[in-house]
């Protein structure tokens, strides 16, 4: 028993002395003076730099862009060239025109390594922090104002007041809303009554009539004429070119004179 415990701490010794010879290799080394040297390249260059060198920069082509970069040493690419350019120009609208910048701190992390100094601007203190990747390429640059706690307290006192504020006013304008709602059944009865107004007063078409329909002369009618002509005409002595007859009624009396 005591040999098989011996053995089993033996076996975890070992784990545990892989486990560190494994980490130790995968601790990745990075020159900080040049990291340091790319850094202060860039914040000297943009401090020098006017809106319109600005513009050249993000009318550049990818091709164009990429060149310039490879000229000047640094390695990033150039989107993050470009995103680098627009958190510059926001870090200087918030805090104002760099003027320096203390040492930077090397802090190294799984995705890389960050450099990070506090600087001074005209308006109020930042700090700068620029982070690469495990090849020590470039990837982006950060500008953070430092706020005294009055000014956080004033910051967080008004997003209070404005988010309290718009919530009661979308309040007060449902409510004006559903106020509102009394007057619909009014405005409704008063819409009836004046469609029930104007079909009173809207005069009725008369109906047509329906046409009486002419009656044709039938044929026997008409064989019953030409008899009767012939026989008044062979009574008379005479033809039928003298003579029409042009109707024939029935008499009210069957009685013949």
Do not use: H
Request: glycine content about 6%; hydrophobic content about 40%.
């Amino acid at each position: 028993m005591k040999k098989k415990i011996s053995l089993l701490g033996l076996v975890l010794i070992l784990v545990l002395s892989f486990t560190g010879c494994g980490s130790k290799s995968d601790v990745q080394e990075y020159d900080k003076s040049t990291l340091e040297e790319q850094a202060n390249m860039i914040l000297y260059n943009f401090s020098m730099m006017t809106e319109e060198d600005f513009e050249t920069f993000e009318s550049m082509s990818d091709l164009e862009l990429n060149l310039t970069l490879l000229q000047s040493g640094i390695k990033m690419e150039p989107a993050d060239f470009l995103t680098m350019i627009e958190a510059w120009k926001a870090g200087q609208e918030e805090c104002g025109t760099y003027q320096k910048n203390d040492a930077f701190e090397m802090e190294t992390t799984n995705e890389g390594v960050k450099l990070t100094a506090p600087a001074d601007f005209e308006d109020r203190d930042g700090t700068i922090e620029f982070v690469f990747d495990e090849d020590m390429n470039m990837e982006s640059l950060t500008v953070s104002a430092e706020y005294s706690l009055g000014e956080i307290l004033e910051k967080a006192g008004l997003n209070t007041i404005l988010g309290m504020g718009t919530v009661f006013v979308v309040l007060i304008f449902i409510s004006f809303i559903i106020s509102l709602f009394k007057f619909i059944p009014a405005i409704e009865k008063k819409f009836k009554k004046q469609a029930k107004t104007e079909a009173a007063e809207t005069p009725a078409v008369p109906k047509a009539e329906p046409k009486a329909a002419v009656s044709e002369p039938d044929q026997g009618d008409e064989e019953l004429a030409a008899v009767i002509a012939a026989a008044v005409a062979a009574s008379e002595g005479t033809s039928t070119d003298g003579f029409i007859v042009r109707s024939i009624k029935r008499r009210k009396s069957n009685k013949w004179n």
